[in-house]
């Protein structure tokens, strides 16, 4: 058997307009390349043809492979889906909705070939609406500052990893992922190309505004604790300014004629106390809510249907898979420049 050397993975959801175009510009540019590829298409539930398309080109093509999901797991998990059946020296992870030009993989592997583990895309411009612009730069900015890491501005789900970055992430067992923020986690040689980041190329946009900040939470919580100290920083101020408040009202009682209106006062240090609490116990459910995700220990996905691969897992996540445990070993026992060229 030929040894891959690209593996691109693509989670779909909903897609039919979308893959036509998608697989003649992935095949159009790997074909440039020749060196032997796969395609990897994880129907993530998909309600619409994009199942019976990917069959069809598997039929043609069998550097085509189908991973169907049993129902819609979420983008990261299909593409942790993907990344698990992977065989490729290199993975290129990439969007369907061709907003990720399959035009820059070449940038990726040229980077790559260079003795780089990692190459990530930096969206330099987004062909978005102003304010999903605004709420990104926000966000990435915001996920910089708070985390314990190193986390790249602007970065995406779009890039280039060597295998043996993708079997680390496979071998990370959290059930809460974020991808861009676990492949920074791992470290190794890492470098970011900046591209322009195009519109989709047909149908609506399927991260809704809920999934985007389930999106963001996932990344804020997951690699950072500062919600937590923040949370704590905050119940210190008001219980010292509400020490004070006794305080005051107690020598205003005690040494002055002067007394303060009830009802109003009242009634105002009690919301906002109020309001502290509730805060506080939400950022505390957050993060509980992620524990108890984790401590059920369930499969990251489930695979109901795949075609074009041998061996693939069904219903079980690509934890401490033998796959995983053998590329891991290889990486770490290879000399990286030389088995790229």
């Known amino acids: 058997m030929v040894q891959v050397t690209y593996s691109i993975v693509s989670p779909v959801y909903n897609e039919s307009e979308n893959l036509p175009e998608l697989y003649r510009q992935l095949t159009e540019v790997m074909e440039r390349l020749g060196e032997p590829y796969e395609i990897i298409l994880v129907d993530d539930g998909s309600r619409d043809a994009s199942a019976r398309i990917i069959r069809a080109y598997n039929q043609n093509d069998d550097r085509v492979k189908l991973v169907k999901l049993s129902r819609n797991f979420g983008h990261q998990l299909a593409l942790t889906a993907g990344l698990s059946v992977a065989t490729g020296r290199a993975v290129i992870s990439m969007d369907s909705d061709l907003q990720d030009s399959p035009y820059a993989i070449p940038l990726f592997i040229e980077q790559w070939k260079r003795g780089y583990d990692v190459v990530y895309a930096i969206r330099r411009t987004r062909k978005e609406s102003l304010i999903k612009q605004f709420a990104y730069k926000l966000f990435y900015r915001m996920l910089k500052m708070l985390s314990d890491f190193d986390i790249p501005i602007d970065s995406g789900d779009f890039s280039l990893m060597d295998a043996k970055v993708a079997a680390l992430l496979n071998s ?4 809460s992922r974020y991808i861009r923020g676990l492949r920074a986690w791992v470290g190794f040689n890492q470098i970011g ?12 946009a399927k991260y809704t505004f809920g999934k985007l900040m389930n999106l963001a939470l996932s990344g804020l919580i997951s690699f950072s604790v500062v919600p937590l100290r923040v949370a704590t920083g905050i119940g210190t101020f008001v219980s010292v300014c509400s020490l004070v408040s006794i305080l005051l009202v107690l020598y205003l009682k005690i040494f002055t004629h002067l007394s303060l209106p009830g009802f109003a006062a009242t009634a105002s240090i009690l919301l906002f106390l109020g309001g502290v609490q509730l805060l506080t116990v939400g950022i505390l459910g957050e993060y509980i809510g992620r524990i108890f995700e984790e401590v059920k220990q369930r499969p990251l996905f489930i695979i109901s249907e795949t075609q074009g691969l041998e061996g693939a897992s069904f219903g079980v996540a690509p934890v401490n898979s033998r796959r995983t445990s053998q590329l891991s070993s290889e990486a770490a026992t290879s000399t990286i420049p030389a088995e790229r060229r």
């Open 172 to 175: 990370l067992p959290e059930k």
């Open 193 to 204: 190309v900046p591209l322009d980041r195009d519109a989709r190329y047909s149908g609506e």
